[in-house]
């Protein structure tokens, strides 16, 4: 969690300049939402400091805040749905019950079907002064432009990209998805030195790789590139 981004955004909103709409780019999602939560909690806090004690502090920690929406993908490989989004226009212009605003908090807006975006889109179009949103996504790619233009944009740098983008993957454990795809990593390069060598064609390699779940074989082809592409640069 960065504290010196989070010190910010406490200060421009105590300014009356934080915008409504917020999207947080970064390379992992759970530390996207630690501080997304920790900014929701300054946010509905009833002391405006983030307490930690105040009833609406305790409900956050409780995850049971009334004013607090949580949007997510029901499943760990599955895409938000349209009807997700659409549950949102059943509070949103309802006045919040404990905190002075309400927070939407979407974890991966760039697990999004079409439907869903659209949806959102509507949404941030025009929403009601005491509502914030913050959307999370580690892949900006897979964010619809229109949504981007609506939202004030924040990227949470990885202090360890500088030095190594495969170590990234030593960040997810064995129980994620993209933990599991990285102890193929291996396969997964010998099977690119084969493709680029002519030892297999297009479909072949197409066919080794269609047991992986593609947003993270795409993930991991990225970090492949991209730290090629740094010891390249290095070794010039």
Not at 153 to 174: E, N, Q, R, T, V
Request: net charge negative; hydrophobic share 40%; glycine share 2%.
């Amino acid at each position: 969690m960065n504290t010196q981004t989070l010190e910010q955004l406490f200060t421009i909103y105590n300014n009356g300049r934080l915008a409504q709409s917020l999207l947080f780019l970064g390379d992992m999602r759970a530390q996207l939402y630690q501080t997304a939560i920790t900014l929701t909690q300054y946010l509905l806090c009833l002391h405006h400091n983030n307490c930690g004690h105040c009833q609406s502090c305790q409900l956050i920690i409780a995850q049971s805040h009334p004013d607090l929406v949580l949007i997510q993908p029901e499943k760990a490989n599955s895409l938000i749905k349209a009807e997700q989004v659409r549950d949102v226009y059943e509070v949103l212009f309802n006045s919040p019950q404990i905190s002075p605003h309400r927070v939407i908090l979407i974890t991966a807006v760039d697990k999004m079907n079409n439907y869903a975006a659209n949806a959102l889109l509507k949404i941030l179009e025009e929403p009601p002064s005491t509502v914030h949103f913050i959307l999370l996504a580690e892949q900006i790619n897979l964010v619809l432009p229109t949504i981007i233009s609506r939202c004030q944009l924040w990227h949470f740098a990885d202090p360890y990209i500088h030095k190594d983008y495969l170590s990234l993957i030593d960040k997810y454990g064995l129980d994620t998805e993209r933990g599991q795809l990285a102890t193929h990593l291996p396969n997964i390069i010998d099977a690119l030195i084969d493709f680029n060598q002519s030892k297999i064609s297009a479909c072949q390699l197409a066919s080794q790789w269609s047991k992986y779940l593609l947003e993270d074989l795409a993930w991991l082809l990225y970090l492949i590139y991209a730290e090629t592409l740094r010891c390249s640069m290095v070794e010039k």
